[in-house]
């Protein structure tokens, strides 16, 4: 269960990190499990197959086919949700070494839910995770998120509900930089195993992998149960759907 403190910080920034969130003998499970479906081995570059970047509708086996069904995120995201939220799945992506790139801290950002066909319907999204099946060290292709630009995201469709269903993309004065501005970005640099829960209104991005190791990131997504409903809800409080 989520203590006040840690629930009060996700209010305020807009995501929580869950240190040690899967057991090590299903870690490393899910670790062989996914180099046996690629047909290669993580110790040996030579069998990456490095034109794939991205597995569409991944599963591991049973009973902990995803991240949402890891006990600790599941027990975090009804804390967090209670019954309004359904999901949780998500595709491995997959950021294979480029050692010879430039890195630096990307300067875009966005929010998940819209945007072309392999997004989920626009509208909806409440929580987000992200995991990476093996360690992640700094400029490893980690995850770029933007705490508290969720209390940026809420109050620009607070200020323009239309915008809602996705056409703030369309604007001719559109950039990302309003719901970026003001918050520094943070690179997620994290042990295997450890589970970075985000807002569905969280800025964030990915980065260039300039390390020798592919990093394999496991993500999870949440929805409102009742989509349809709720997609479009934009309230004076933002936590209105939530059990916090």
């Not at 086919?65 to 804390?79: E, F, L, R």
């Not at 003001?182 to 589970?195: C, H, L, Q, R, Y």
Request: proline share 6%.
């Amino acid at each position: 269960m989520l203590t006040d403190k840690q629930i009060d910080s996700f209010k305020d920034d807009g995501f929580l990190i869950l240190e040690n969130a899967i057991d090590q003998d299903l870690l490393s499970s899910w670790q062989t499990e996914f180099w046996y479906a690629l047909g290669a081995k993580f110790e040996d570059d030579q069998t990456w197959p490095r034109d794939q970047t991205f597995i569409s509708r991944w599963r591991f086996t049973p009973p902990y086919p995803n991240i949402s069904t890891i006990p600790v995120v599941q027990s975090a995201a009804h804390d967090l949700g209670g019954d309004n939220f359904f999901g949780g799945g998500g595709a491995p992506i997959i950021k294979w070494p480029s050692p010879n790139a430039e890195w630096s801290i990307p300067m875009s950002s966005h929010i998940d839910g819209y945007g072309g066909p392999a997004q989920h319907p626009a509208g909806g999204l409440t929580l987000g995770a992200t995991m990476y099946l093996h360690d992640v060290e700094e400029k490893g292709g980690g995850f770029i998120y933007r705490p508290g630009t969720h209390l940026n995201v809420h109050r620009y469709f607070r200020q323009h509900p239309e915008h809602i269903d996705g056409s703030f993309l369309d604007a001719d004065d559109w950039n990302h930089t309003k719901f970026s501005h003001g918050s520094k970005p943070v690179e997620f640099v994290a042990a295997a195993g450890t589970v970075l829960l985000w807002h569905g209104f969280l800025s964030h991005n990915g980065s260039t992998n300039v390390k020798s190791s592919p990093r394999i990131g496991i993500f999870g997504r949440w929805h409102y149960t009742k989509l349809q409903e709720m997609r479009y809800d934009i309230l004076d409080d933002l936590w209105k759907h939530w059990s916090i």
